[in-house]
């Protein structure tokens, strides 16, 4: 007899509305296997797949014929349409608008359910191409976005009394005349980006008094809206849940304060490059308990008071990005006055912690690269802020992405990090690039293997120490060191070459008896704090082959500079003398070519606990910005030049 509770499930299953709400919550991949289980099944995941549809490659320029026949069958499920260009076309001053027409119609004509569009055009475009298009077949259009740079506002009024339900319209360079259009023909708009716009204080307040039921309200690269563009939105919005001003640098903290204060249903705030300040922060914290993400980077008047007040009071926050805000210090994960205390009570339980938790437990995103969290002048300070720190990261079990990165932040791994960190078990990105001090190439790999869910670990070259020679290249040093018949330093390899050492056989202050002595340098793992505070590192031996055959007056210091020879010098050098350094010339020649074939492999990699493959060059050189970066996402489609995301 068949198992009842079996039995139950399949017929579950086998309902079309069921399933088809338990395949909108799959990822991309499980949706792919879930399509291979019978047709019905295949059917279903098709139409959730073909939700949204992505065309990149320069989606004007290629043959999309081999898609007609995906979008002849699937098109009237397809809701979200994005067309995609590269950095390079997107320059691209000559351009075949007839064409551009053409594939745009060809899309749009077998999408005739659309309700979100996002076109990328070239820069010289005009607004006539998508509006003449687009007005013919986007009526059900209710989200559009475009790069366009040149909007007529005549294109864009008639682009809309054809589009007559779209909600939420984003785009560039908009101007009060433009403003004036959408207001005209888009009564039902609730949410509007602007990115470099060009509309003055008065066209945002007529705008904004025409929408008091506005919900998204997105300015930035504004460097000309001054407070009174916020102020006068302040008499007219009170329902804004969605604000952004990013770098608009003429606000200031009284038009922050008057917007600020009307809006209690606010749920995402972006401040980022503004002269905002504590008080205006502070004020967020006591009217926006529905508060869920924050972007505060690059705001140099904010400390970390009103963070604290931030993650006290907003439980709701789930992002949190304060990256490269240089006055907020460690502070904001517990109370300097009492550092003291809890350094004594540092092996002691969670729950014994003087430092009061943060209220925001649900936190998915935090950023803190760039903060103050380096103590040189006091170290006892950072032996008890960063055990707080921690602490604090380790109750935010829900965290996907960490950040950590910046010149400013000296990351040590401690014992009692190492155990809070591994409670992060949802983690899936870190960045620790460009940290002020490099770390172990074992230690890299130990933190990644903390988190069993990692998909991506940011980090450049420079960051990494580089395990210690191994012993054929120590076997090399030595021979090298037993016919030069003296010790060759050591260390790791600095951002410059370091200056070659010199014997003086007759102690003559570096006339002609002076013997060069090659700087051999190689990787040392060692994770003394004294050894790490080099920026940049590198496995291979280096010694050169062909030394500088100019004399150099002898330094005391550690470095010694080297000094052009004079005239009367040079009149010195004789026959015999220049045939004693070609035979040292020629001898160093070959000692380099005998270390040389002891270099470790130029890049070294390693595969962590989640399966993600992490590597760095031992040069130092990243061919991107950082290195150990994503791993292998499946990306979608079956047929090259289009997909889903």
Avoid at 153 to 174: T, V, Y
Avoid at 253 to 270: C, I, M, T, W
Avoid at 365 to 392: F, R
Avoid at 580 to 586: L, N, R, S, Y
Wanted: charged letters at 20%; a negative charge.
């Amino acid at each position: 007899m068949s198992d009842p509770v079996l039995l139950a499930s399949t017929k579950t299953l086998a309902i079309p509305e069921i399933l088809c709400l338990i395949f909108d919550c799959m990822t991309l991949s499980a949706l792919r296997q879930a399509s291979l289980v019978c047709k019905e099944w295949e059917r279903l995941a098709n139409i959730i797949l073909a939700n949204q549809l992505v065309i990149p490659n320069d989606w004007y320029i290629h043959d999309l014929s081999h898609l007609w026949p995906f979008l002849d069958r699937r098109g009237e499920h397809v809701k979200a349409l994005s067309l995609e260009l590269s950095q390079s076309t997107r320059l691209v001053q000559e351009v075949d608008l007839e064409r551009m027409a053409r594939q745009l119609e060809s899309i749009l004509s077998r999408t005739p359910n659309l309700e979100r569009l996002d076109v990328q055009v070239p820069r010289e475009v005009k607004s006539s191409i998508l509006t003449t298009v687009i007005g013919r077949y986007g009526k059900r259009l209710q989200q559009f976005e475009t790069n366009l740079l040149n909007w007529e506002p005549s294109d864009m009024a008639q682009l809309l009394e054809g589009c007559s339900q779209i909600r939420h319209i984003s785009g560039h360079n908009f101007t009060g005349d433009l403003l004036q259009a959408i207001a005209r023909t888009q009564p039902l708009l609730s949410k509007i980006d602007c990115t470099h716009p060009r509309f003055d204080d008065d066209e945002l307040i007529a705008f904004a008094k025409q929408f008091p039921n506005l919900l998204r309200l997105s300015v930035s690269l504004h460097q000309f809206m001054t407070s009174k563009a916020l102020i006068g939105v302040a008499d007219y919005c009170f329902q804004l849940e969605y604000l952004n001003f990013h770098f608009c640098l003429s606000l200031q903290s009284n038009g922050f304060q008057a917007l600020l204060a009307v809006l209690p249903n606010l749920r995402f705030l972006d401040l980022g490059l503004t002269e905002v300040h504590d008080a205006d922060i502070i004020l967020v914290a006591n009217r926006c308990p529905q508060l869920e993400s924050l972007k505060l980077p690059f705001c140099g008047n904010l400390t970390q008071k009103s963070i604290r007040a931030i993650v006290q009071n907003c439980t709701k926050l789930v992002h949190l990005d304060l990256s490269f805000c240089d006055k907020i210090m460690l502070t904001i994960f517990g109370d300097p006055s009492t550092s003291s205390a809890f350094s004594a009570s540092s092996s002691s339980t969670s729950a014994s912690t003087p430092f009061s938790s943060w209220g925001c437990l649900g936190l998915e995103y935090l950023d803190i690269s760039g903060i103050h969290a380096s103590y040189s002048a006091d170290t006892s300070v950072a032996s008890a802020l960063l055990p707080a720190m921690y602490h604090q990261l380790g109750l935010l079990t829900d965290l996907r992405t960490l950040k950590l990165s910046g010149h400013g932040f000296s990351l040590q791994i401690l014992e009692q990090g190492r155990t809070e960190l591994s409670k992060l078990t949802k983690l899936e990105r870190l960045d620790i690039a460009k940290l002020r001090n490099p770390l172990p190439w074992a230690t890299i790999i130990e933190i990644g293997n903390l988190f069993p869910r990692l998909t991506e670990l940011q980090f450049r070259s420079n960051d990494v120490i580089p395990p210690q020679a191994t012993l054929a290249q120590e076997q090399a040093i030595e021979e090298v060191e037993a016919k030069v018949g003296h010790r060759i330093k050591r260390g790791r390899f600095v951002d410059q070459q370091p200056e070659p050492l010199y014997q003086d056989d007759n102690d003559d202050g570096g006339q002609a008896g002076s013997t060069y002595l090659p700087a051999v340098i190689m990787a040392d793992s060692c994770a003394s704090s004294s050894r790490s505070a080099t920026s940049s590192t590198t496995g291979t031996l280096s010694i050169p082959s062909e030394p500088s055959l100019s004399k150099r007056k002898r330094s005391r210091s550690p470095s010694p500079t080297p000094t052009t020879p004079s005239a009367a010098d040079e009149d010195t050098i004789t026959a015999e003398g220049s045939s004693e350094q070609d035979t040292k010339k020629k001898k160093w020649t070959s000692l380099g070519k005998a270390v040389e074939k002891q270099k470790q492999p130029e890049v070294m990699s390693a595969t962590l606990r989640s399966g993600l493959k992490i590597s760095f060059k031992l040069n130092g050189e990243d061919d991107e910005d950082s290195q150990g970066g994503p791993g292998d996402f499946e990306s979608g489609g079956g047929v090259v030049g289009w997909g889903f995301p």
